[in-house]
């Protein structure tokens, strides 16, 4: 089993209850920061829609704005780096709102002794991101932080894009019978990173799925597919973003293992490692809860993209805020949140 680190500390709250801040200390802590600590401190109707990016107005247009630090340990790995994951990461947030990405500014922290090389490799990458992202960096800011006090490189970046005034895609528009679309296998990114931590081969290289999401969901959109809610699936896998939606649209979801695609490696390494795959985070998949009456439609555009996308499940209206998932042998088991987190610096 992966080691989880727990790095203690209390923080207290405007209830005046503590949170204990865990390195490690996975989806639940970060509920309760959020829930607890940031949206009662800065309340306001955008924090609310606990989407994966605020969509302001200004003037008349609909701006999509949101912000992601990069930690990932180690900085460089089989299908990306942490300079790949810092532009992808926040393209795809903007995606998730509907927006086409348009701008970026990313904040380096850097270690003192960092060779100058590694930094350049980053940055290169960082380009090549941008440029297939169709972003533009257009801000940026650098610290040097002494020896010993960070880890090589962490990124901030931050996005602007544009939502077209026809799009309306939040957490609070998911709806029972939405049908909920997955856009393909999962666990690739968390495996990688693990198996390297962990030392581990595989016959068929694993590679991170780390992408920009952009051009399928512009397929989506431009197919006129009713989309109420997209997600990325990162840091928690699809489990944890399956808890965020039913907890925050206030619905049930069912979804059918059988139908959740893993490739052979993913599933032997979490079989060996003792993960649970829908837990194992990701950088270039997403869930979509859209009207059933376009979910063939939808899989058929994104398969024509060469994703293995399938329909996992469904919205109900019982058990607000549960997730239940269909096992093989027809049993259903509760997914819930983590309390612990399967991998630390994942992202
Ligand atoms: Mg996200």
């Not at 990124?155 to 005034?165: C, F, K, M």
């Not at 555009?301 to 998932?325: C, F, Q, Y």
């Amino acid at each position: 089993m992966p080691q989880v680190f727990r790095l203690r500390c209390s923080l207290p709250t405007a209830t005046g209850d503590t949170i204990q801040l865990a390195h490690g200390g996975g989806g639940r802590m970060m509920h309760s920061l959020i829930e607890r600590l940031f949206l009662p401190a800065f309340s306001n109707s955008y924090l609310e829609a606990r989407h994966d990016s605020a969509v302001v107005r200004i003037g008349n247009d609909r701006i999509a704005f949101t912000t992601d630090t990069y930690v990932v340990s180690p900085l460089f790995f089989p299908g990306g780096d942490i300079g790949k994951l810092a532009v992808y990461g926040t393209v795809n947030d903007l995606a998730m709102a509907g927006a086409r990405p348009l701008y970026l500014s990313a904040g380096f922290i850097l270690e003192e002794g960092l060779p100058l090389e590694t930094l350049e490799a980053i940055v290169r990458s960082m380009r090549e991101a941008a440029g297939i992202a169709g972003v533009e960096l257009v801000a940026g800011d650098t610290k040097v932080v002494d020896r010993g006090k960070g880890d090589g490189v962490f990124i901030n970046t931050a996005g602007i894009g544009l939502v077209a005034p026809e799009v309306d895609i939040s957490p609070a528009r998911v709806a029972p019978g939405d049908a909920i679309l997955l856009s393909g296998d999962v666990g690739r990114h968390g495996i990688t990173i693990m198996s390297l931590r962990e030392g581990l081969g595989f016959e068929t290289p694993l590679q991170s799925d780390c992408a920009s999401l952009w051009p399928l969901i512009a397929a989506l959109l431009e197919a006129r597919i009713e989309i109420h809610c997209l997600r990325d699936l990162t840091r928690g896998g699809l489990a944890s973003t399956l808890n965020e939606i039913a907890t925050d649209a206030g619905v049930g979801i069912s979804i059918d293992e059988a139908a959740v695609p893993k490739c052979e490696a993913v599933a032997a390494a979490c079989e060996i490692l003792g993960l649970d795959p829908l837990y194992v985070a990701n950088e270039g998949r997403f869930a979509a809860f859209i009207a059933p009456r376009d979910a063939s439609r939808a899989i058929e555009i994104l398969k024509a993209h060469e994703t293995t996308a399938s329909i996992i499940g469904t919205v109900g209206n019982r058990g607000p805020g549960l997730v239940d998932a269909k096992g093989p042998f027809g049993h259903s088991r509760i997914l819930d949140l983590l309390s612990g987190e399967q991998m630390p610096r994942i992202c």
